[in-house]
């Protein structure tokens, strides 16, 4: 039998949106990721090739942090893609250089090395 507190009625109802708003991601994604392997399969720039498969990468991980999609999930598709462009020869433009600033970049030589 359905509860019928208010608090469960509430929550049902913010379920359903929640739903309804998954499941419109869920849909981008999917469709961000068939654009991007018809890109890999046909495009003969690879610039098209790479912008392709990073937006369906860019939405995999936000799909993952919301947790609509579970994030091994998002892993194993990403994993695909960038295979598969690697198979082209796209690997190389596909990793971007990290920006200035940001944790895990490589340090300067010039700030590494000790003053003596």
């Known amino acids: 039998m359905a509860k019928r507190t208010a608090s469960a009625k509430k929550q049902a109802r913010a379920g359903a949106r929640r739903a309804v708003r998954n499941r419109a991601v869920r849909s981008e994604v999917k469709t961000l990721i068939v654009k991007a392997r018809r890109s890999l399969r046909s495009a003969e720039d690879s610039s098209d090739r790479v912008t392709a498969t990073v937006d369906a990468v860019r939405a995999l991980d936000r799909a993952a942090a919301k947790g609509i999609v579970h994030r091994n999930n998002a892993a194993r598709r990403k994993s695909r893609l ?15 250089a990290p920006a200035k600033g940001k944790k895990g970049a490589p340090a300067p030589a010039a700030a590494t090395a000790k003053k003596k």
């Open 82 to 96: 960038a295979r598969q462009l690697a198979k082209l020869g796209g690997a190389a433009a596909s990793a971007p």
